[in-house]
T-cell receptor, first 113, second 114 residues
Framework: KAGVTQTPRYLIKTRGQQVTLSCSPI?????VSWYQQTPGQGLQFLFE???????NKGNFPGRFSGRQFSNSRSEMNVSTLELGDSALYLC????????????FGPGTRLTVL | ELKVEQNPLFLSMQEEKNYTIYCNYS?????LYWYRQDPGKSLESLFV?????AVKQEGRLMASLDTKARLSTLHITAAVHDLSATYFC??????????????FGTGTRLKVLA
């Protein structure tokens, strides 16, 4: 099976812009979770989608949003980018929602200038 | 506040030595996971520990779980350079709405010196 794929792999934006990241889960996986990884804060949970519904949400401002499509692919959007949004954004998929091993994609490295 | 803490945060060890990474969590959890992350890469699943007393081994790594103490350990036997990476533990917890949520530990950066 193909693994989790994320596009783009690298992205450079300027403050105030918005960005959309994409994640395609492993075939058959219906849950997609998003994480932000930074050297200072570590791995922080953003949100989880299962069957096109947001199941859980982390403690991030409303500028961070996401959605999931009927084919389980997911997108994450960040509006009004700030310098502090520079991070590695990881997407993970699992067959079910919660209580299961997550399979991570390669990540999208976002740099905000 | 829910916390998943690992120690040490940084570990520099000689090849062929043994060492243990500890993962403490502050609330009841059904499962505990260990992941590995190589520099610049994504996370790779190592172990899933399902119940109290569970022990899993793969090569030079062995993980165990004590749910009563809310403690998991990742033991490294006769370390080799290839084990240099950052190791994360994670727990999944039941939220107030009845769904599960993954919480990652702080990570332990391991460097094995030749």
């Amino acid at each position: 099976k193909a693994g989790v794929t994320q596009t783009p792999r690298y992205l450079i934006k300027t403050r105030g812009q918005q960005v959309t990241l994409s994640c395609s889960p492993i075939s058959g996986h219906r849950s997609v979770s998003w994480y932000q990884q930074t050297p200072g804060q570590g791995l922080q949970f953003l949100f989880e989608y299962f069957s096109e519904t947001q199941r859980n949400k982390g403690n991030f401002p409303g500028r961070f949003s996401g959605r999931q499509f009927s084919n389980s692919r997911s997108e994450m959007n960040v509006s009004t980018l700030e310098l502090g949004d520079s991070a590695l954004y990881l997407c993970a998929s699992s067959p079910t929602s919660g209580s299961d091993t997550q399979y991570f994609g390669p990540g999208t490295r976002l740099t905000v200038l | 506040e829910l916390k998943v803490e690992q120690n040490p945060l940084f570990l520099s060890m000689q090849e062929e030595k043994n060492y243990t990474i500890y993962c403490n969590y502050s609330t009841t959890s059904d499962r505990l996971y260990w992941y590995r992350q190589d520099p610049g890469k994504s996370l790779e699943s190592l172990f899933v520990l399902l119940s109290n007393g569970a022990v899993k081994q793969e090569g030079r790594l062995m993980a165990s779980l004590d749910t009563k103490a809310r403690l998991s350990t990742l033991h490294i036997t006769a370390a080799v350079h290839d084990l240099s990476a950052t190791y994360f533990c994670a727990v999944d917890i039941v939220t107030t709405s009845g769904t599960y949520k993954y919480i990652f530990g702080t990570g332990t950066r391991l460097k094995v010196l030749a």
